[in-house]
């Protein structure tokens, strides 16, 4: 295949092998779009990705472009900026490299990468498929004040990649209309749930252990200092309920000594790998899904998939209206409880004396399963995105 124009670039800052669910879907739509296109994949680097393709043998066909990681998600906000600048940067001169026809684009990062993608397609002729799994600057001022002038500053520069986009991807009808209203923009926009598959090598248990785990992000829309509390009060008041946590982020630090303080009842892994985080939501009866409540106009938990696939029934902690509990109950995946300390500890008794009617729940799932499946997911790329090229 030549080295003249690319076809398509795939561009999304986490990548596979570290971000084995939303990476490995990307990769495998670059794998089977590279038999008869030039493409190119855009991330960061955070395991040596070159090295780990030959290991597995992965990736035949395509082009890899990987920049340099320099934060995490426990990084803080300063660093996390740094980094996106650097990687808007690093994505300027490998479509400037590449000058790809179509281009994949997602929120991660937010903002600067998506706006680079539009002001390449807008001077070289391309088009582009702009994918908000988030939608920003809104869900990050929701806990972290953005600077009045710069929030309306980076909503218009948001506002204009969405307008300009051949189409977009979103998760819920409630970022949809977010969309709609924000951008007036014109452009098709296509639901996509986020994909999540079962894990090889995780053991079924036929008795799972009463209690709670949550595994993901500890970050700044998860309502960590309040679920912590609520533990932290339902301990000390004699409860013989388990808890187990595994991810990083700015909370984890209130994780690790929750932890101290209840060494024989809560458990904090710290990051481990993702067939590690489910089995740990496969060993227990409950997924912890906390999220505040105006975040889930802009963005929906990325966890929520992987909690299906897990058998766990799901705690919701947020408010009745949106968009995460009226899944959750629609669905039959679990309960619903108040953001409030009080009424998360009145549930984990509950819980433990056996009040909870599980009689209506779905534990099996397997329609929202194969709706949530990496084969689905990318038979959705190809359609909408790989389509574009074909066409």
Known sequence: MGKGRADIAIINRS???IYPVIGEALLRFAEGAAYQHRVCVIMQDHADIRSQLSEHQRGKGVEFFPGKAWS???SSILARVLDAVFFMLWVAFCLLKTRPREVYVSTDPPVLVPFIVMLYARLFGASYTYHLQDIHPEATSVVIPVNRLLFRFLRWMDSAVMRRAGQLLTLTEEMKAEILSRSGTRAPIHLLSNPAVSFDGVQEREEKTPGFSFCGNAGRLQRIPL????ID?????GGQLSFA???GGVFSADIEQLAARFPERVTYHGQVSASAAAQLNVDYQWALLPIEDEVTRFAFPSKTSSYVFSGA???AVCGQSTSVAQWVAANRLGCVVAPEVSALTDFFRQVERGEVDQAGFDLQREDLKAAMGFDV???HLNRLVLGRVTS
């Open 72 to 74: 995490t998600s426990g």
């Open 377 to 379: 997911f990318v038979e």
């Open 15 to 17: 990548f596979w092998p």
């Open 233 to 237: 009060a339902y301990l000390k008041d």
């Open 245 to 247: 946590f595994a991810g």
């Open 313 to 315: 029934l799901i705690l």
């Open 227 to 230: 679920v912590v509390e609520a």
